[in-house]
């Protein structure tokens, strides 16, 4: 069983900057698939991006390409997501995921506690 435990959740102002890390423990990382996703209140839950297990790859939403970039780094066990020019619409729980791609679409197979952000106009 894969444990994920995220932080670097805050508020910060619109424009400004955060760095989501999310530490993985019980499974073998560097063969997992890695993704954030994102739910606002009374939304549902919105696929940000997706990183391949060796980093080779990545996927994002339309609404963060260019502004935010996932990584990894495997000998840590941890995943990262830098949000750059953040904005008002960012604010969400940031839930970190690990899975697999399936069929060409990553699917999350397990999910964190989730890390509030809140940006501020």
């Known amino acids: 069983q894969v444990q994920l435990v995220e932080s670097g959740g805050g508020l910060v102002q619109a424009g400004g900057s955060l760095r989501l890390s999310c530490a993985a423990s019980g499974g073998t990382f560097s063969s997992l698939a890695m993704g954030w996703f994102r739910q606002a209140p009374g939304r549902d839950s919105e696929f940000v991006a997706d990183?391949?297990?060796?980093?080779?790859?990545?996927h994002y939403s339309d609404s963060v390409k260019g502004r935010f970039t996932i990584s990894r780094d495997n000998a840590k066990n941890t995943a990262y997501l830098q949000m750059n020019t953040l904005k008002p619409e960012d604010t969400a729980v940031y839930y970190c995921t690990a899975g697999a791609y399936r069929s060409g679409r990553y699917y999350a197979d397990y999910w964190g506690q989730g890390t509030q952000v809140t940006v501020s106009s």
């Open positions: 990183i391949h297990w060796r980093g080779s790859i990545e």
